[in-house]
């Protein structure tokens, strides 16, 4: 069975999201297994989940949603490994490649929502005709 979700190209850059964020944070100290690199590896699933999830709710309203879930998730990513090279635990060059994955998927989320949002406007006042 192949779901609609799977064609999405935010769908598979979260993918990759997913095992970038996995062998960076390998770098983080074992002490942060339970906090930084737990709530990382959360924080990034959720990025997929939310697509997944939200592609199949039967309106664009509520899959805006859920894409602004995956956004929010995303933007917690980021700032883990902010965090983590405040810390010591990485470096901005370490971070530099999935930062590069980080920003293509913010922006085509925000494009995504954008259409999601204006296919919602049009259907709205083509059915009131």
Do not use: C, H
């Not at 309106?59 to 859920?66: G, R, V």
């Not at 990513?77 to 490649?97: C, E, M």
Request: charged fraction near 30%.
């Amino acid at each position: 069975m192949r779901f609609k979700y799977e064609d999405l190209e935010i769908w598979q850059i979260a993918l990759e999201l997913v095992t970038a964020v996995y062998e960076l944070l390998k770098k983080f100290p074992e002490d942060e297994k339970y906090d930084l690199v737990s709530q990382g590896k959360r924080a990034v699933v959720s990025i997929a989940l939310n697509i997944a999830e939200g592609s199949g709710r039967k309106t664009n309203k509520d899959f805006s949603l859920f894409i602004n879930r995956a956004i929010s998730s995303l933007q917690e990513v980021d700032a883990i490994f902010k965090i983590g090279i405040n810390l010591g635990y990485i470096t901005s060059n370490d971070y530099s490649s999935v930062a590069i994955l980080l920003e293509k998927e913010y922006f085509k989320l925000i494009a995504f929502d954008k259409s999601l949002i204006k296919e919602s406007i049009r259907r709205k006042y083509s059915n009131k005709k």
